[in-house]
């Protein structure tokens, strides 16, 4: 079904619990590794509560990677966003923005 190779990222974050795995986090998984070979990102959209930023950040520690989640409100700014993009590619992390609708439209004018 996928035809993906990555390098370990080497990211140690201990042992921990990992996600139960559902036939929609598996479906989840493909989606991401194959825009991940395609030097793509993803945007899970969806209903609150139903396990996107788990996903994401499960199957980044799953690959080794850090994963930085942000939480987004009306205050953030469009220079506060170039800064935490700027330090994602800094050091090759993935960033994980919750609440992203949350983001005024000149802002995120701006950001895309």
């Known amino acids: 079904m996928s035809e993906c190779s990555f390098g370990y990222g080497y ?14 986090t598996e479906r989840a998984y493909l989606a991401f590794s194959q825009a991940c070979r395609m030097k793509l990102g993803a945007a899970p959209t969806g209903p609150a509560g139903t396990g996107k930023t788990e996903t994401v950040k499960d199957l980044a520690k799953t690959m080794g ?3 930085v989640t942000t ?6 700014r469009f220079d506060d966003v170039s800064t935490i993009l700027r330090g994602l590619c800094g050091v090759g992390a993935w960033g994980c923005f919750d609440e992203f609708n949350r983001i005024s439209a000149g802002v995120l004018s701006v950001v895309a």
Do not use: H, Q
């Not at 939480?71 to 953030?76: G, I, R, T, V």
């Open 71 to 76: 939480n987004c409100s009306e205050a953030l």
């Open 11 to 24: 990211e140690w974050y201990g042992v921990s619990d990992r996600l139960v795995i559902t036939p929609l």
């Open 65 to 67: 990677r850090l994963c």
